[in-house]
Every structure is written in structure tokens, then in C-alpha cells.
């Protein structure tokens, strides 16, 4: 049974155009999501998430995101940078629902398969530092 995708909503001056540009990455990726773009008065607790795009009318969204239990981001710009930003905020919620074939599962794998992070020095960037070596 396939799970119905995600609703996510897009406020700000550029939302219907960047609900647009979203809807078409997502399809060029695999993505299921569904962006709608948002008006003033429309409820954000339909939406599994809501981007908010950065511009001169955002405090009003803050204000009213910030009253409600939706989850939201706030992307900057409507480049092909902030379709990626939004693509990256919304990686965990597509995680859950993603089909096990596909980018995201693709860039999943990959995380999973890099070694585990290394700690190196805060004052010299090091890892066998004599900073490193005293605190053993």
C-alpha cells in the first residue's frame, strides 16, 4: 500500500513559484511530496512541514508558525540553492516515507556507508596533537 505524500507548505511572497520549482525537483529525484503555496489566513496544521521563504513579509509567517505545532524551515532566496536547502530540510520527513529505491534511499546508503567522524584538535586541527594526547 503506498503512503499518501507528504502535504508541505510554502509561505512567503515567492511561493507559488517556488511550489512549483519544489514539485519539480521532487519528481526529478523519486521525491513524493506535494507543495502547496500558502495565503495569509491559511492554516499551517495541514501541512507536514512549512518552508518559509525568506522576504519582507516573513515576521507575520514567524509569528504565525511559531503559534502552531507544524514543524518549519526558512529557506533563503528561490535559486537552485534554496530548492536544495529545501530539499535538505525536508530529507528527514522524506526519509520516513521514502520507497527503498530512488536518491534518497541512494544518499542514505551513502551516509550510512562513510566512517564514523573523526575528532581533531580545537586549537590546531590535528588529530595527534599533544593537545589530543593529554587529555588521554
Known sequence: ???TPPRIGI???AAPRF???????AQQH???LRAHALQPGDSPAAFAHVLLIA????AVWRTALSAGSTPWSVVHGDDDAAIEAAVNALTPLLL???PSHGLL?????RDAAQPAW???CEKCDSPECEHAMLKR
Open 1 to 3: 500500500m503506498a503512503m
Open 11 to 13: 509561505a512567503g511572497t
Open 19 to 25: 511550489a512549483e520549482r519544489l514539485q519539480q525537483a
Open 30 to 32: 523519486d521525491a513524493q
Open 55 to 58: 522576504g519582507d513579509d516573513d
Open 96 to 98: 520516513q516515507r521514502a
Open 105 to 109: 534511499s541512494r544518499l542514505q546508503q
Open 118 to 120: 573523526r575528532w581533531v
